[in-house]
């Protein structure tokens, strides 16, 4: 699918970023753990992004979709602990004060910096604590920040989640770096997907945004762990062009390259959060064909991925076609009963809408696998779509019941 | 609300009313549980009903939809078990040979007969032994028989679920009764709620079935235990005239008050369904008020109720107000953020997006209770919708994972 080599690095990895990490003792509890990360392009950089969609937006959300208008962004300051949501006029008065902070300490403009939180909703950031810590980023920036940047954005994550990809567009050596924090949820008022993302390619900003907007349909808005959309859920991506490459232009070999390259680095880090996402025992693909208009794949890919009881009987192992059929069925997809044909992992499972023949302690063997596909054909039209999901399981519940 | 009084009886409370139940060993376990219920009017009927909007629809409802276009009606003939579902042309065929069986049982003609089945998906019935056990109709209904049939299409309920009503028309006594099994889910494949309500008021077919619609409006479309649809759901209701009122009218004050008295039975049969849910420890009032429209009341009060995660942390007793928020926001209801304002049980949790000054503490208590409210004021016109909701328990999940 592409030529993109994985190489260490994450978001450091391209040249002229670097990315670190400070202390402000943002949680309430007693931890030393970093909790405000930095990416920084050490020289001038365009950015892009996608933003939660969810109507009841965090403040850093709102400051961040202002300032990513400017001509030049050259970083990007987050923290963990405490998502800035629901905080009125007081949360944007925060938001701004971190970018003015960062700005500060890096010599940067107030504009050019973009900013997001993770964490709590609801309560106010200590935003004082906060900019005595941004003031320290000179101190903290270095070429390989890039997983201790990853570690402070952290919540609910098991683990830091960092990738970084190498090209050749033109002659020049191209890279792409990539940081994330989960989707799962696990403290009280807890929620938010991150995604940083650095490359070095020169592209413009226009070009940049296309291109990110299409890595990210085809990753971060392919996963759905619960179905609940958070009011922080943010992906950035900063290009600075010290690769030297040609500049970018939409309809080349290269460009068609480097989307590749992006959407690998994207669909890594979607999967990585998906398969850290709290409880997960099984990670799911769910792939939808034949399907009358794309739209209609897609409804019922997400009935299914968003079933609590399909959720539940992944978990215990159970094929339970029905639960599958009754989702699709359910899904306001156009469908007819009839038509329907599901396999798992290949095997057939349903055909034309009844039980097939294969038997059921094979169905079975697939769904103890901790990875599986199920595949529906609708046989109505030529329409795909794929989602990428996991069970449900008593941890998470235990995980999300709070206190 | 209304001045109708409960009674005991359940479906066999109105005159002319028979049920019953018998064993036909449908379920491979061994159990001598009777799995097939009979309702039966002595007397010419009409019937109106409802049909789950499930596009995967099993061959009962597809039978029942036919035959209940009949001017007469005389009887429901339902077994538990076996749901009939993804069946083919051979799950139609079965369905009505349960419809000829019980009509020579009971010497009816065959569209005279209304069917329903409940329980697993995709396996055909054990249509022989069912026929057999059918043939016995006759001997088994009886006018105290209502609790038997009501156990009879028990299949993951801890508990029969009936009820009966007695109101006045015209100065003659009339009389509504019901009985229901729930949507929780408990086996592999298992789905579905059954309602069937009797009432011996003498009233058109026509205007039956609109009052049964807004009934069911008002009732069991209202109620959500995981967002899940069955392939089965079924509400019939048979009236026989027997109680010797003049015909209901439309607009007329007697009409106003049997919708009343069919409203109190269906919402007492839901919210039992609610309260037996597998799994279930609280039972959540979701309030919407100050909607611009009713749509977009409905919208955010569902997106709150099927919330993986407001529902996870109900159930740990957490208030949590932060992910309502997040449900509203993406729910797709027009919204203002900070306009907002969150109940819990009527304390204040939210104002104007925001953090009230209630206490925690008190937030918790009233979430510690087995029933609570949240209101929701969205302050953007005059709609209002109210759901019934559980939370999402491990119980749940465990019940749910399969084999």
Same mark, same amino acid.
């Given at each position: 699918m592409n030529s993109s080599i994985e190489i260490p690095g994450g978001v450091t990895a391209p040249q002229s970023f670097t990315a670190g990490s400070v202390y402000a003792g943002i949680k309430a509890a007693n931890t030393s753990k970093p909790d405000i990360a930095f990416v920084y392009s050490e020289i001038p950089a365009v950015a892009a992004g996608t933003f939660t969609?969810? +109507?009841? +937006?965090?403040a850093p959300v709102r400051v961040s979709q202002t300032n990513i208008r400017a001509s030049e962004t050259r970083a990007i300051v987050a923290n963990s602990g405490n998502a800035n949501a629901c905080t009125g006029v007081v949360g944007i008065e925060h938001a701004k004060r971190m970018t003015k902070a960062a700005a500060k300490a890096l010599g940067l403009k107030e504009k050019q910096l973009l900013v997001c939180s993770t964490g709590r909703i609801g309560v106010a950031l200590p935003i004082e604590k906060m900019e005595a810590a941004i003031a320290q980023a000179p101190q903290v920036l270095a070429h390989d920040g890039s997983l201790r940047a990853a570690q402070a954005i952290m919540t609910s994550d098991t683990k830091p989640k960092e990738i970084a990809v190498e090209i050749t567009l033109h002659g020049k050596k191209v890279r792409i770096g990539g940081i994330a924090k989960g989707a799962g949820m696990i403290d009280p008022n807890m929620a938010t997907m991150l995604c940083f993302i650095t490359t070095d390619a020169a592209i413009s900003k226009k070009l940049l945004q296309q291109a990110t907007s299409d890595a990210v349909e085809q990753s971060f808005n392919r996963i759905t762990i619960d179905g609940d959309m958070s009011t922080n859920d943010t992906v950035l991506v900063l290009a600075n062009g010290a690769a030297g490459n040609l500049p970018l232009q939409d309809g080349q070999r290269e460009f068609d390259r480097f989307q590749n390259a992006l959407n690998h680095v994207c669909c890594a880090l979607a999967r990585m959060i998906v398969e850290d996402g709290e409880g997960v025992s099984k990670y799911v693909t769910i792939q939808i064909r034949g399907a009358k208009t794309r739209q209609d794949a897609r409804k019922a890919a997400e009935a299914i991925a968003n079933s609590t009881l399909t959720k539940c009987c992944w978990f215990g192992g159970d094929p339970n076609w029905g639960r599958v059929m009754d989702a699709i069925g359910y899904s306001m997809a156009r469908i007819r009963e009839e038509n329907v044909d599901i396999y798992y992992d290949g095997l057939i499972a349903v055909k034309n809408g009844m039980a097939a023949p294969t038997p059921f302690s094979k169905l079975k063997e697939v769904v103890a696998n901790p990875r599986f596909t199920i595949t529906v054909d609708l046989h109505m039209g030529a329409a795909d779509y794929t989602v990428f999901t996991t069970d449900l399981t008593t941890a998470y519940v235990e995980f999300n019941m709070g206190e």
């Open positions: 969609t969810n +109507k009841v +937006k965090a």
